[in-house]
């Protein structure tokens, strides 16, 4: 361990920077310390379900262990369902093999005044799953508001499969007792790979979700047919598109249709589809030249909603979407985004208006601050209520240092690369020049990474670069 | 120092290990570094031999253009000659070389040297290196593993975990051993690796123990942990299973049988034993590696009151995805109700997911243990038939049938029962209506909405509005009368006009860089290569400025895969932005050295060495080498064959003006491929001023060009034909039987345009599979050289289609195809479909890809809202489909229930498809009662047109097959006429008007 720093960050969660993993494209390595393991306990009638909490902030500051919520779950068996199929996509890796075992990173729960909600995020940072137990899913409202991490060891995760069935269930999120760590010998500690790119991805999905509006909703028994007509595999995006009261799939883009790619991307939703009342599928504005775009899949589960974000390709994570960019490079956004951060206090539901009201922004100024925080995880986006949330991931890192692309435009900024001409702009990449067109329908390069994706991944380092120099 | 090299030198020369590790026993870090540096030259050896040295430049030997070889010349046999004495030469040297090199590999695989590259390495990669050799050596086995350990603990490196775990990972059984070695004297602690618990079952029995339970005895330490492992460890399992499946060779026990014998005999925890094994159904391990665990609990035979106090584990077994979970949770649950132990709210709550489970046989299963619980307690009669009616959302229409049938033998229940039941009725299958309303259970009909007629006088008034001669009074009537139409009768069409060709270089440039990447867009293509040669008249150092952002990048695509191959049609793209830049382009013998071709000689290209295509697909490659060479000229000029429309169509006017443009530049037809493709795609109507501008240019007779036109558009016939490619027994054993489409009758001649000829070779298709599919070519995923056919000869459709077979062919037993690229190439409303046009849809939707069978169903679904789609030749297809054997009607109904998502009328194509195939239903192919199943279901929902008798004949046949149960449905759907009819016919006759309109 020579190589390795150990630092604990505010939060108390345990950040280990070390030396990147063979194969693996690892800046840091994530400690979990959980007081205990999660436990799941039969009761008199029902059971119990512990969940051990591990790091993150409260709304009275950062917590080691923090505890939220103590109530039970008025629909428990589709709430322990739809917690175990988040719990699954955090185990997950979508894109490699099944011999390839994902990094097992727990899902964050973020309590709010009325809500509580779990967010997971696959380790080919291509899926992101969140499950809302609206205020009707709990018989008390949440005793505290904050973020942290909580434990879904194999053993728990085994005993609340049972627990579904079992009557009433009784939820902690964390525990109001004094949980005492190592001397006992109860503490669990396990380590993971913390890549960057899992981070980023992690914020950016929110951002992205924000630019997705209803594509269509199926019934219950209409979802379940949907869901199991998918094929397991597909080499290329397919496309859903509302036709009477199904969906119809397609290899081909149309305006009101969703892209899915990796169908196979969207099995945990399986378990869940006797509970589900409806199918709500949300996606980006698409014509027929658009060759892949992200997508989301709510189920309905009455007092709980289910959604499953789905990155624009199976093989390519929502680190590298880029939509945010130009947005993280302005220094008035940063600002504003600052101020805005300040002013949030764990709302379910940001109240926009009153806030551009308190804060003197406009729409866009807004907007734009929105999507910064969205991108750094402090924000998430709720597509059912179409507003943010405050949530402050717990993983004591600052997400928007970590966009190479931008560090690279502002390094061809720096070192005079870039000479702006009428109605565009010339960047010198190392032996090439490439040339930038502003346009209306979008700037576009000379560049090959700008030819494969076609501003479909957001702007490249040529185009950043210019748009930062033309500021 | 007190650790001397020469000795450690001499201890491996000796080849003694022991020795080698007494002098390491005591060394510090610091003797270990100087120790290192002295062994160096040792340790590293004298060095792999190069043997590239022998790969000097050999002389290249000519080809000709049909690679024959030309008579080599004086000066080259000298040079060979030279060559071959330079080859002796190094040969000599490398021998010696070999000699030294082997003799140190002989000394470098003892154990002494490896122990000695253990004691010195400086750190986890090094040691890693030695015990990876060790690993393949064994040349001293038996006091390996001793040895090995004494020398690592004797240092413990804190890298010692990190290297094990390394090791681990790679599988090697033996480093097993020495994990557990060094685990139990404790250097390291118990390795986290899945491989440390997987390899043990089998490393234990290759440590000469007669049976597992002895081998784990004789290392108790291993029932303290390891052996938990077992069960927490994904594909520990599957490792057990293979031990126990190989046991009996060496050992009279199963693992099984071990633990349980161990459990009895109080060294093993038997309640922790049975808890880990139900627990390892519900962890995140594949559901199909499992069954050991099964196996497990049969061995420990689990009382009753075992599994009473376990209750809720067994029936949360019925959630999981594991097939083996699921039984070993019915058969327990099934145990406590025979045993009067069961709580049967909770079975009934926990029986959704085993009722609706995949696979028929489970969800079969769950119904016959609520069947039992209703006999046993009948109190819970209401409650257990309300559970049972969740399996009317199962896949299978037959599980549906049965929970069906289980309310109908227990009674439809009253109340809150009855309500649930009935929340549940509109997911089963439409087929299943009647037996449903016969208990009561009755789906609600839609009824037509109001608009209904109002839509149908607005499609009057627009009939009124065509000319008479547009025969749709008839089609209007029939939809008056609920009938459904049938579709337009179908021509070609010209399709919509292009932008304008693209005259702004920089618009080129954005153009090409797109396609120097991705070159699936066929019309994109076309038009950059237009443009490339008509601003190739611009400045050389304009075009080079213009250029320069693409050329490293379409120099990297070049060397990736070669230009002008008909296949990678990016590559062809890239070559043509470095012509236009101004770069020179190679000659045309791929043997010019120039470092462009990168295959030189195969016999497969399908352009010839002088740029002439030598099957349809290089007409492309072709043409833009054409273009290249114009480019290079650097005089601009235009491309006949640039399409007008998104079909590819030329019209005859434009034609003319490219023709006249042409003559009055003084420039002749001196491309032949583009001439051949602007005849390919000149739409009717031209006039003989067209056919005299033409000659005149290519010196030639009006009356020529005229006779060649006609004869490259006279319709050709084609027919199915199966079977294996017959060119050679060699290539029977690679490739496998295919469905495509031959010509019959005679195939004019047209003697003005070569590429016809290259078009129409398909006489005998299979003969010449080998020559037309450019083997080794498209095995890939070409998409994009595919994606161009179907606009290289618009007004052939079939042609086109039947070509576009091949892939669509290899597509259904071979994923790396470019077969969604060729269905879904047939998308354009105007490229009609004949009878090869619907074979192609239908191999489509047998594709092995689902991304084929779903742009099929696309197909299906615009075809028929466009009015091409014909039941008739469909049916005919899918009958020829069926009768080749190649065609799997699982997947083809697969894909017609995606279709008939789309649209009502898309659904209703599927029932006239399929009764309209007498044939088929007669010859009742494997999985026929797939597509009917789809069909009732459609039927009760669309309607049914005339029965075949043969369907009607199988629908009254007695007995439970699924084939007869399924056409009495159908008979049953066609007695009534559904809402879905009505929106159909509206939905054909609409196809009907704008196909007229248009």
């Given at each position: 361990m020579a190589s390795r720093e150990a630092q604990r960050s505010v939060s108390g969660l345990v950040i280990v920077t070390s030396r990147p993993y063979r194969g693996l494209v690892a800046d840091a390595e994530l400690a979990y310390r959980y007081g205990s393991p999660s436990v799941v306990r039969g009761r008199d009638v029902g059971s119990e379900v512990l969940l051990a909490t591990c790091g993150g902030v409260t709304d009275v500051g950062p917590a080691v262990h923090p505890y939220f919520f103590s109530g039970f779950l008025t629909d428990p068996a589709p709430a322990a369902v739809?917690?175990?199929?988040?719990?699954?996509?955090?185990?997950?890796?979508?894109?490699?093999?099944?011999?390839?075992?994902?990094?097992?990173?727990?899902?964050?729960?973020?309590?709010?005044?009325?809500?509580?909600?779990?967010?997971?995020?696959?380790?080919?940072?291509?899926?992101?799953?969140?499950?809302?137990?609206?205020?009707?899913?709990?018989?008390?409202?949440?005793?505290?508001?904050?973020?942290?991490?909580?434990?879904?060891?194999?053993?728990?995760?085994?005993?609340?499969?049972?627990?579904?069935?079992?009557?009433?269930?009784?939820?902690?999120?964390?525990?109001?007792?004094?949980?005492?760590?190592?001397?006992?010998?109860?503490?669990?500690?396990?380590?993971?790979?913390?890549?960057?790119?899992?981070?980023?991805?992690?914020?950016?999905?929110?951002?992205?979700?924000?630019?997705?509006?209803?594509?269509?909703?199926?019934?219950?028994?209409?979802?379940?047919?949907?869901?199991?007509?998918?094929?397991?595999?597909?080499?290329?995006?397919?496309?859903?598109?509302?036709?009477?009261?199904?969906?119809?799939?397609?290899?081909?883009?149309?305006?009101?249709?969703?892209?899915?790619?990796?169908?196979?991307?969207?099995?945990?939703?399986?378990?869940?589809?006797?509970?589900?009342?409806?199918?709500?599928?949300?996606?980006?504005?698409?014509?027929?030249?658009?060759?892949?775009?992200?997508?989301?899949?709510?189920?309905?589960?009455?007092?709980?909603?289910?959604?499953?974000?789905?990155?624009?390709?199976?093989?390519?994570?929502?680190?590298?979407?880029?939509?945010?960019?130009?947005?993280?490079?302005?220094?008035?956004?940063?600002?504003?985004?600052?101020?805005?951060?300040?002013?949030?206090?764990?709302?379910?539901?940001?109240?926009?208006?009153?806030?551009?009201?308190?804060?003197?922004?406009?729409?866009?100024?807004?907007?734009?601050?929105?999507s910064y925080l969205a991108a750094s995880g402090r924000v998430g986006y709720d597509l059912a209520d179409e507003s943010f949330f405050h949530r402050e991931l717990p993983f004591g890192k600052a997400l928007e240092s970590m966009h190479p692309r931008l560090a690279s435009a502002r390094k061809l900024i720096e070192s005079g690369a870039v000479t702006l001409t009428d109605g565009g702009a010339m960047v010198r990449s190392g032996a090439t020049e490439h040339r930038v067109t502003f346009g209306p329908d979008g700037d576009r390069c000379t560049c090959p990474w700008w030819g494969k994706h076609r501003g479909n991944r957001g702007p490249c380092k040529h185009v950043l670069a210019a748009n930062l120099a033309k500021r | 120092m007190s650790l001397d090299p020469t000795l450690v030198e001499a201890a491996i020369r000796r080849k003694d290990a022991r020795a080698v590790r007494d002098l390491f026993a005591d060394a510090t870090d610091a003797d270990r570094r100087a120790c290192a540096k002295g062994l160096k030259d040792l340790l590293h050896g004298p060095g792999i031999p190069d043997y590239r040295q022998m790969m000097m430049s050999v002389p290249r030997l000519a080809y000709d253009e049909h690679l024959r070889p030309v008579p080599p010349s004086a000066e080259l046999l000298r040079e060979v000659a030279e060559h071959n004495r330079e080859v002796a030469r190094h040969q000599d040297r490398l021998n010696e070389q070999q000699r030294a090199y082997q003799e140190w590999r002989k000394m470098a695989a003892s154990l002494a040297f490896r122990l000695a590259a253990l004691g010195v390495a400086g750190g986890v990669s090094a040691a890693a290196r030695a015990l990876e050799e060790l690993s393949h050596s064994f040349d001293e086995a038996g006091q390996d593993d001793d040895l090995i350990i004494a020398v690592l603990a004797d240092r413990r490196p804190d890298w010692l975990a990190d290297l094990i775990d390394r090791h681990l990972k790679q599988g090697v059984l033996a480093e097993w051993s020495l994990a557990r070695g060094l685990v139990r004297i404790g250097a390291i602690a118990r390795p986290s690796v899945a491989e440390y618990t997987t390899l043990m079952p089998h490393a234990l029995e290759r440590g000469?123990?007669?049976?597992?339970?002895?081998?784990?005895?004789?290392?108790?330490?291993?029932?303290?942990?390891?052996?938990?492992?077992?069960?927490?460890?994904?594909?520990?399992?599957?490792?057990?299973?293979?031990?126990?499946?190989?046991?009996?060779?060496?050992?009279?026990?199963?693992?099984?049988?071990?633990?349980?014998?161990?459990?009895?005999?109080?060294?093993?925890?038997?309640?922790?034993?049975?808890?880990?094994?139900?627990?390892?159904?519900?962890?995140?391990?594949?559901?199909?590696?499992?069954?050991?665990?099964?196996?497990?609990?049969?061995?420990?035979?689990?009382?009753?009151?075992?599994?009473?106090?376990?209750?809720?584990?067994?029936?949360?077994?019925?959630?999981?995805?594991?097939?083996?979970?699921?039984?070993?949770?019915?058969?327990?649950?099934?145990?406590?109700?025979?045993?009067?132990?069961?709580?049967?709210?909770?079975?009934?709550?926990?029986?959704?997911?085993?009722?609706?489970?995949?696979?028929?046989?489970?969800?079969?299963?769950?119904?016959?243990?609520?069947?039992?619980?209703?006999v046993r307690e009948p109190a819970a009669k209401a409650q257990a038939t309300a559970a049972v009616a969740l399996a009317f959302g199962h896949d299978r229409q037959d599980i549906q049938e049965a929970a069906l049938a289980l309310i109908a033998k227990h009674g439809v229940p009253s109340g809150s029962a009855l309500d649930e039941i009935r929340s549940r009725v509109p997911d089963l299958s439409p087929a299943l209506a009647m037996q449903a309303a016969a208990l009561g259970l009755s789906v609600d009909q839609a009824k037509p909405a109001d608009g209904d007629s109002d839509e149908v006088a607005e499609l009057e008034r627009r009939v009124i509005a065509l000319p008479a001669k547009s025969g749709l009074a008839a089609a209007l009537s029939a939809v008056r009368r609920g009938e459904v139409p049938g579709p337009a009768e179908f021509k070609p069409d010209a399709g919509a006009?292009?932008?304008?060709?693209?005259?702004?270089?920089?618009?080129?440039?954005?153009?090409?860089?797109?396609?120097?990447?991705?070159?699936?867009?066929?019309?994109?293509?076309?038009?950059?290569?237009?443009?490339?040669?008509?601003?190739?008249?611009?400045?050389?150092?304009?075009?080079?400025?213009?250029?320069?952002?693409?050329?490293?990048?379409?120099?990297?695509?070049?060397?990736?895969?070669?230009?002008?191959?008909?296949?990678?049609?990016?590559?062809?793209?890239?070559?043509?932005?470095?012509?236009?830049?101004?770069?020179?382009?190679?000659?045309?013998?791929?043997?010019?050295?120039?470092?462009?071709?990168?295959?030189?000689?195969?016999?497969?290209?399908?352009?010839?060495?002088?740029?002439?295509?030598?099957?349809?697909?290089?007409?492309?490659?072709?043409?833009?080498?054409?273009?290249?060479?114009?480019?290079?000229?650097?005089?601009?000029?235009?491309?006949?064959?640039?399409?007008?429309t998104d079909r590819g169509t030329i019209s005859p006017e434009r034609l003319l003006e490219r023709v006249e443009l042409l003559a009055r530049q003084g420039e002749g037809l001196r491309n032949p491929f583009d001439r051949d493709v602007a005849l390919l795609r000149l739409a009717p109507g031209a006039t003989d001023a067209l056919w005299w501008a033409w000659a005149t240019l290519d010196g030639t007779t009006a009356e020529a060009v005229r006779d060649t036109y006609l004869a490259i558009t006279t319709p050709l016939r084609f027919e199915p034909v199966a079977g294996p490619p017959v060119e050679s027994e060699i290539w029977r054993l690679y490739l496998d039987p295919v469905l495509l489409a031959r010509t019959i009758g005679p195939v004019p001649v047209a003697a003005g345009c070569p590429s016809w000829q290259l078009l129409t070779r398909l006489g005998d298709p299979l003969a010449d599979y080998v020559a037309l599919t450019d083997i080794g070519r498209y095995w890939s995923n070409h998409d994009e050289a595919v994606a161009g056919w179907s606009i290289m000869c618009p007004w052939q459709p079939e042609l086109a289609a039947a070509h576009l077979l091949r892939p669509l062919s290899e597509g259904l037993t071979s994923r790396a195809t470019p077969a969604t690229a060729a269905i879904r190439s047939l998308h354009h409303r105007g490229h009609a479909l004949g009878l090869v046009g619907h074979l192609a849809l239908i191999v489509a939707m047998s594709g092995i890809d689902a991304d084929t069978r779903i742009a099929a169903a696309e197909l299906w679904a615009e075809a028929s809202a466009d009015g091409r789609l014909d039941p008739a030749l469909a049916?005919?297809?899918?009958?020829?489909?069926?009768?080749?054997?190649?065609?799997?009607?699982?997947?083809?109904?697969?894909?017609?229930?995606?279709?008939?998502?789309?649209?009502?009328?898309?659904?209703?194509?599927?029932?006239?498809?399929?009764?309209?195939?007498?044939?088929?239903?007669?010859?009742?192919?494997?999985?026929?009662?797939?597509?009917?199943?789809?069909?009732?279901?459609?039927?009760?929902?669309?309607?049914?047109?005339?029965?075949?008798?043969?369907?009607?004949?199988?629908?009254?046949?007695?007995?439970?097959?699924?084939?007869?149960?399924?056409?009495?449905?159908?008979?049953?759907?066609?007695?009534?006429?559904?809402?879905?009819?009505?929106?159909?016919?509206?939905?054909?006759?609409?196809?009907?008007?704008?196909?007229?309109?248009?």
């Amino acid at each position: 361990m020579a190589s390795r720093e150990a630092q604990r960050s505010v939060s108390g969660l345990v950040i280990v920077t070390s030396r990147p993993y063979r194969g693996l494209v690892a800046d840091a390595e994530l400690a979990y310390r959980y007081g205990s393991p999660s436990v799941v306990r039969g009761r008199d009638v029902g059971s119990e379900v512990l969940l051990a909490t591990c790091g993150g902030v409260t709304d009275v500051g950062p917590a080691v262990h923090p505890y939220f919520f103590s109530g039970f779950l008025t629909d428990p068996a589709p709430a322990a369902v739809a917690m175990l199929a988040c719990a699954a996509v955090a185990r997950s890796h979508y894109h490699l093999t099944s011999d390839v075992l994902a990094a097992l990173r727990d899902p964050v729960v973020t309590s709010s005044q009325d809500r509580m909600r779990f967010e997971s995020f696959s380790s080919c940072c291509g899926v992101h799953a969140r499950l809302d137990l609206l205020p009707g899913a709990l018989d008390d409202p949440p005793a505290a508001a904050g973020t942290t991490n909580v434990d879904f060891n194999d053993a728990m995760r085994a005993a609340l499969g049972g627990a579904a069935i079992s009557g009433p269930l009784l939820l902690s999120v964390g525990s109001q007792e004094l949980v005492v760590d190592t001397l006992g010998g109860t503490v669990t500690e396990r380590k993971v790979p913390l890549p960057d790119r899992w981070l980023k991805g992690f914020g950016e999905v929110q951002a992205i979700a924000r630019r997705m509006r209803p594509i269509g909703e199926l019934t219950g028994a209409a979802a379940q047919r949907f869901v199991r007509s998918l094929p397991r595999s597909a080499r290329r995006p397919l496309w859903a598109s509302p036709a009477g009261n199904a969906l119809a799939l397609m290899t081909t883009p149309r305006r009101e249709s969703a892209c899915l790619a990796g169908p196979h991307r969207l099995v945990e939703l399986g378990p869940l589809l006797r509970f589900t009342r409806k199918l709500r599928v949300y996606g980006p504005d698409v014509d027929a030249s658009t060759t892949e775009a992200p997508s989301a899949w709510e189920l309905d589960l009455g007092s709980a909603r289910f959604t499953l974000t789905l990155s624009p390709e199976r093989y390519r994570g929502f680190s590298g979407e880029g939509a945010l960019l130009e947005t993280l490079a302005d220094e008035d956004v940063a600002a504003d985004a600052l101020s805005l951060g300040a002013a949030l206090d764990w709302d379910s539901r940001i109240d926009v208006t009153r806030l551009e009201t308190e804060l003197g922004f406009t729409p866009d100024r807004m907007a734009s601050a929105l999507s910064y925080l969205a991108a750094s995880g402090r924000v998430g986006y709720d597509l059912a209520d179409e507003s943010f949330f405050h949530r402050e991931l717990p993983f004591g890192k600052a997400l928007e240092s970590m966009h190479p692309r931008l560090a690279s435009a502002r390094k061809l900024i720096e070192s005079g690369a870039v000479t702006l001409t009428d109605g565009g702009a010339m960047v010198r990449s190392g032996a090439t020049e490439h040339r930038v067109t502003f346009g209306p329908d979008g700037d576009r390069c000379t560049c090959p990474w700008w030819g494969k994706h076609r501003g479909n991944r957001g702007p490249c380092k040529h185009v950043l670069a210019a748009n930062l120099a033309k500021r | 120092m007190s650790l001397d090299p020469t000795l450690v030198e001499a201890a491996i020369r000796r080849k003694d290990a022991r020795a080698v590790r007494d002098l390491f026993a005591d060394a510090t870090d610091a003797d270990r570094r100087a120790c290192a540096k002295g062994l160096k030259d040792l340790l590293h050896g004298p060095g792999i031999p190069d043997y590239r040295q022998m790969m000097m430049s050999v002389p290249r030997l000519a080809y000709d253009e049909h690679l024959r070889p030309v008579p080599p010349s004086a000066e080259l046999l000298r040079e060979v000659a030279e060559h071959n004495r330079e080859v002796a030469r190094h040969q000599d040297r490398l021998n010696e070389q070999q000699r030294a090199y082997q003799e140190w590999r002989k000394m470098a695989a003892s154990l002494a040297f490896r122990l000695a590259a253990l004691g010195v390495a400086g750190g986890v990669s090094a040691a890693a290196r030695a015990l990876e050799e060790l690993s393949h050596s064994f040349d001293e086995a038996g006091q390996d593993d001793d040895l090995i350990i004494a020398v690592l603990a004797d240092r413990r490196p804190d890298w010692l975990a990190d290297l094990i775990d390394r090791h681990l990972k790679q599988g090697v059984l033996a480093e097993w051993s020495l994990a557990r070695g060094l685990v139990r004297i404790g250097a390291i602690a118990r390795p986290s690796v899945a491989e440390y618990t997987t390899l043990m079952p089998h490393a234990l029995e290759r440590g000469g123990f007669p049976t597992p339970e002895r081998a784990l005895l004789a290392d108790p330490g291993l029932l303290d942990d390891e052996v938990w492992r077992l069960f927490t460890v994904p594909d520990a399992g599957v490792a057990l299973e293979t031990a126990d499946y190989r046991g009996p060779e060496n050992t009279d026990q199963t693992w099984s049988q071990a633990l349980a014998r161990l459990s009895a005999e109080g060294y093993l925890d038997r309640a922790r034993l049975i808890d880990a094994c139900l627990d390892a159904f519900t962890r995140d391990f594949n559901p199909n590696r499992v069954s050991w665990y099964a196996t497990m609990l049969a061995e420990l035979d689990v009382s009753v009151d075992e599994m009473a106090s376990r209750q809720s584990k067994y029936l949360g077994l019925l959630a999981s995805t594991s097939k083996t979970g699921v039984t070993v949770g019915q058969a327990g649950a099934s145990r406590l109700l025979d045993a009067g132990r069961l709580d049967a709210a909770r079975l009934l709550a926990a029986s959704a997911p085993a009722l609706l489970f995949p696979q028929k046989s489970i969800a079969t299963a769950q119904l016959k243990l609520i069947d039992k619980l209703i006999v046993r307690e009948p109190a819970a009669k209401a409650q257990a038939t309300a559970a049972v009616a969740l399996a009317f959302g199962h896949d299978r229409q037959d599980i549906q049938e049965a929970a069906l049938a289980l309310i109908a033998k227990h009674g439809v229940p009253s109340g809150s029962a009855l309500d649930e039941i009935r929340s549940r009725v509109p997911d089963l299958s439409p087929a299943l209506a009647m037996q449903a309303a016969a208990l009561g259970l009755s789906v609600d009909q839609a009824k037509p909405a109001d608009g209904d007629s109002d839509e149908v006088a607005e499609l009057e008034r627009r009939v009124i509005a065509l000319p008479a001669k547009s025969g749709l009074a008839a089609a209007l009537s029939a939809v008056r009368r609920g009938e459904v139409p049938g579709p337009a009768e179908f021509k070609p069409d010209a399709g919509a006009e292009l932008p304008p060709p693209i005259t702004d270089p920089d618009e080129l440039i954005h153009l090409l860089s797109i396609l120097i990447e991705d070159a699936g867009d066929a019309l994109s293509v076309e038009r950059a290569l237009s443009a490339a040669v008509r601003l190739s008249a611009l400045p050389q150092r304009q075009r080079r400025l213009a250029a320069a952002p693409l050329l490293k990048r379409a120099q990297a695509v070049m060397h990736g895969d070669e230009p002008f191959a008909g296949d990678v049609i990016a590559s062809d793209i890239a070559l043509i932005t470095w012509a236009w830049a101004g770069e020179r382009l190679p000659s045309a013998a791929r043997d010019d050295g120039a470092g462009f071709w990168s295959g030189g000689g195969h016999s497969d290209y399908a352009v010839g060495g002088t740029g002439r295509a030598l099957t349809m697909a290089g007409i492309f490659s072709a043409r833009a080498w054409e273009a290249g060479r114009m480019i290079e000229s650097g005089r601009g000029g235009l491309l006949l064959a640039e399409p007008e429309t998104d079909r590819g169509t030329i019209s005859p006017e434009r034609l003319l003006e490219r023709v006249e443009l042409l003559a009055r530049q003084g420039e002749g037809l001196r491309n032949p491929f583009d001439r051949d493709v602007a005849l390919l795609r000149l739409a009717p109507g031209a006039t003989d001023a067209l056919w005299w501008a033409w000659a005149t240019l290519d010196g030639t007779t009006a009356e020529a060009v005229r006779d060649t036109y006609l004869a490259i558009t006279t319709p050709l016939r084609f027919e199915p034909v199966a079977g294996p490619p017959v060119e050679s027994e060699i290539w029977r054993l690679y490739l496998d039987p295919v469905l495509l489409a031959r010509t019959i009758g005679p195939v004019p001649v047209a003697a003005g345009c070569p590429s016809w000829q290259l078009l129409t070779r398909l006489g005998d298709p299979l003969a010449d599979y080998v020559a037309l599919t450019d083997i080794g070519r498209y095995w890939s995923n070409h998409d994009e050289a595919v994606a161009g056919w179907s606009i290289m000869c618009p007004w052939q459709p079939e042609l086109a289609a039947a070509h576009l077979l091949r892939p669509l062919s290899e597509g259904l037993t071979s994923r790396a195809t470019p077969a969604t690229a060729a269905i879904r190439s047939l998308h354009h409303r105007g490229h009609a479909l004949g009878l090869v046009g619907h074979l192609a849809l239908i191999v489509a939707m047998s594709g092995i890809d689902a991304d084929t069978r779903i742009a099929a169903a696309e197909l299906w679904a615009e075809a028929s809202a466009d009015g091409r789609l014909d039941p008739a030749l469909a049916a005919a297809a899918l009958s020829a489909g069926a009768d080749s054997k190649l065609v799997k009607l699982n997947r083809v109904a697969e894909s017609m229930d995606h279709a008939a998502s789309h649209s009502a009328l898309a659904a209703r194509r599927v029932v006239e498809t399929v009764c309209a195939a007498p044939d088929l239903i007669a010859a009742t192919p494997p999985n026929l009662h797939r597509l009917l199943e789809l069909v009732a279901g459609l039927g009760f929902s669309f309607g049914v047109p005339a029965l075949p008798a043969g369907l009607r004949e199988l629908g009254t046949r007695r007995g439970g097959a699924r084939l007869n149960i399924t056409a009495a449905q159908i008979v049953n759907a066609a007695e009534g006429r559904p809402a879905g009819q009505r929106q159909a016919a509206v939905q054909a006759l609409t196809a009907l008007i704008r196909r007229a309109e248009s």
